[in-house]
């Protein structure tokens, strides 16, 4: 397995990254222990989780996937492994969260707050990626990167990241970042594939020229891709027959 640089930090990842969205729900704790030994045999050191995973009803809780995640830590050699994991921000549509009560904003108060409870969920003291999962409009970004230089220097996290972001959004963010002195940016998450391919646009030149590594997520269109849901099928153990409402054909998700 081959390993890449995370922008300009000091972490190093094997060039697949292990998703988890579905741990808790369309797995079970059992399966999903199976499928982390599994990526862990085949050379995948960087694993990807979310405080929002999985939202109910299709889970639980939110929050299953860390602590399916954390419960498998457990024991290992933590400095082996790269965690990535994600504080929700406002986001939208199917995309609600229950974590926090009130509004979901990545202030201070509530970024401070997650990174504790996902600590706390994974059962370590240091996030090696914490990722911004949507970006909050409403409020300065300012913000949103002194708490997020708070935790890095208080080293409960490593490094920091952006999903779900605009070529405007990354690019505001790392000239906030570059005048205020404060860590930035660098990584981000974005919807990749085929069937989805806008990150090319705008995004891919920002990333390019400021050294901020992609992390695409649904490369295979969330199963799309493999021709599981040809002539309208909607097959009971895929992603999209568990998820009606979704069409596979439009949408994507993370």
């Given at each position: 397995?081959?390993?890449?640089?995370?922008?300009?930090t000091?972490?190093?990842v094997?060039?697949?990254?292990?998703?988890?969205?579905?741990?808790?729900?369309?797995?079970?704790?059992?399966?999903?222990?199976?499928?982390l030994?599994?990526?862990?045999?085949?050379?995948?050191?960087?694993?990807?989780?979310?405080?929002?995973?999985?939202?109910?009803?299709?889970?639980?809780?939110?929050?299953?996937?860390?602590?399916?995640?954390?419960?498998?830590?457990?024991?290992?050699?933590r400095?082996?492994?790269?965690?990535?994991?994600?504080?929700?921000?406002?986001?939208?549509?199917?995309?609600?969260?229950?974590?926090?009560?009130?509004?979901?904003?990545?202030?201070?108060?509530?970024?401070?707050?997650?990174?504790e409870?996902?600590l706390d969920?994974?059962?370590?003291?240091?996030?090696d990626?914490?990722?911004?999962h949507?970006?909050?409009?409403?409020?300065?970004?300012?913000?949103?990167?002194?708490?997020?230089?708070?935790?890095?220097e208080?080293?409960?996290?490593?490094?920091?990241?952006?999903?779900?972001?605009?070529?405007?959004?990354?690019?505001?963010?790392?000239?906030?970042?570059?005048?205020?002195?404060?860590?930035?940016?660098?990584?981000?998450?974005?919807?990749?594939?085929?069937?989805?391919?806008?990150?090319?646009?705008?995004?891919?030149?920002v990333?390019?020229?400021?050294r901020v590594?992609?992390l695409?997520?649904s490369?295979?269109?969330?199963?799309v891709?493999?021709?599981?849901?040809?002539d309208?099928?909607?097959?009971?153990?895929?992603?999209?027959?568990?998820?009606?409402?979704?069409?596979?054909?439009?949408?994507?998700?993370?």
């Amino acid at each position: 397995m081959k390993h890449r640089r995370l922008g300009r930090t000091g972490l190093m990842v094997s060039e697949i990254c292990m998703g988890t969205m579905t741990f808790g729900s369309m797995a079970d704790e059992a399966e999903s222990h199976r499928i982390l030994d599994r990526a862990i045999e085949a050379g995948i050191d960087f694993l990807d989780v979310a405080e929002i995973y999985h939202v109910p009803p299709r889970a639980e809780y939110a929050g299953a996937s860390e602590e399916i995640v954390g419960r498998w830590l457990k024991g290992r050699a933590r400095d082996s492994i790269v965690v990535a994991t994600k504080v929700c921000g406002p986001g939208g549509g199917w995309f609600l969260s229950p974590v926090r009560s009130g509004r979901t904003a990545l202030d201070r108060h509530h970024i401070m707050r997650a990174c504790e409870a996902s600590l706390d969920r994974l059962g370590t003291d240091y996030i090696d990626l914490y990722q911004t999962h949507w970006p909050e409009r409403d409020l300065p970004i300012e913000e949103t990167l002194e708490a997020l230089d708070r935790l890095i220097e208080s080293g409960k996290v490593r490094a920091v990241g952006c999903s779900n972001e605009t070529s405007y959004g990354l690019t505001k963010s790392l000239w906030a970042a570059q005048l205020a002195g404060t860590t930035r940016y660098e990584t981000i998450q974005n919807n990749f594939s085929l069937l989805n391919r806008r990150f090319e646009d705008e995004l891919a030149e920002v990333c390019r020229r400021e050294r901020v590594s992609c992390l695409p997520y649904s490369p295979i269109g969330a199963g799309v891709l493999s021709g599981k849901y040809q002539d309208g099928a909607f097959p009971a153990d895929s992603r999209f027959g568990r998820y009606r409402g979704n069409d596979p054909r439009t949408e994507t998700m993370t």
